[in-house]
């Protein structure tokens, strides 16, 4: 299966949702739209290889609160981070496809079971809505390494150094026990999440931050989603987020849900290994029209 490469122009628009002056990049097309959600400290762009190989189909990617060209809000939770997504879904795209990596899976599985109708299938990179009950608990070298991402964030503002220090700093960060970030993933991946992180509202990690799913259980959301549910998911050894036993309880739930495993390869499977992330979205997509 052919990833293509887009000829449609892409654009960069704006909306204020539930307050929340929100950037977004649209990539118009044809059929159902594909909605993207990045992870924390990245943003849209992150998404725009994946994008770019969907050839002619519709798609968004918004820049959640604080993140990107999105402006900064006076707080940060899960939860109102999927009242962002969900009011964007009714405001502009109308029921998508949502992809979710990471945080951004964590938000759009709350926005999911919470606004059902607005969903047409969830494709979660990384992460179930088991992480928001276990996800403390797991010694992650990369999700300790995301939270660094911060205070170099914080140290680049305050020294005015330039986006490529930041880079060559998470370059040398852990992403799982045997290599560092710059020894995982592809440097245009690393130079994109640098660019994107250096402008994060950084109190979203600190004061003015609420983790959580606001009291909705992982058993509850997947009991809520009604779309078609699929999981691609790292390797534990390669610093995946996502354990055997999380695969097996997400493909235990109420709902007919499916998996991919990408072996030796970590949490940001979709820039490591772009070309299958593709092919299964694509392949995910059939399915759900």
């Not at 852990?174 to 640098?194: F, K, N």
């Amino acid at each position: 299966m052919s990833t293509g490469e887009r000829t449609l122009p892409i654009k960069r628009s704006r909306v204020v949702v539930d307050g929340n002056d929100i950037s977004y990049l649209h990539g118009p097309g044809s059929g159902p739209p594909v909605v993207f959600v990045h992870g924390m400290s990245m943003a849209a762009v992150d998404w725009l290889p994946v994008a770019n190989g969907l050839e002619t189909r519709a798609w968004f990617a918004l820049d959640l609160p604080g993140h990107g060209e999105s402006a900064h809000a006076p707080a940060y939770s899960h939860l109102s981070d999927s009242e962002v997504l969900a009011g964007f879904l009714a405001q502009i795209s109308g029921p998508a496809t949502v992809v979710g990596h990471s945080r951004g899976g964590q938000i759009a599985g709350l926005a999911a079971a919470r606004r059902p109708a607005l969903f047409r299938g969830l494709f979660l990179e990384d992460v179930t809505p088991l992480f928001f009950e276990e996800g403390a608990t797991r010694d992650l070298p990369f999700l300790r390494s995301v939270f660094a991402v911060s205070r170099l964030v914080a140290r680049l503002q305050r020294e005015s150094n330039p986006v490529d220090w930041l880079a060559t700093q998470i370059s040398a960060l852990p992403h799982d026990d045997s290599a560092t970030i710059g020894q995982r993933l592809p440097p245009s991946a690393i130079a994109t999440w640098a660019s994107s992180a250096s402008v994060i509202d950084n109190d979203m990690f600190g004061a003015k931050a609420t983790f959580g799913s606001g009291g909705l259980s992982a058993a509850d959301q997947m009991r809520q989603i009604v779309c078609p549910l699929h999981l691609a998911h790292g390797d534990a050894g390669f610093g995946s987020f996502v354990t055997a036993a999380e695969v097996e309880w997400f493909l235990g739930g109420p709902r007919d849900a499916t998996a991919t495993f990408y072996p030796s390869t970590g949490h940001v499977i979709h820039a490591w290994r772009t070309p299958e992330f593709i092919n299964d979205l694509k392949a995910f997509l059939a399915r759900v029209g």
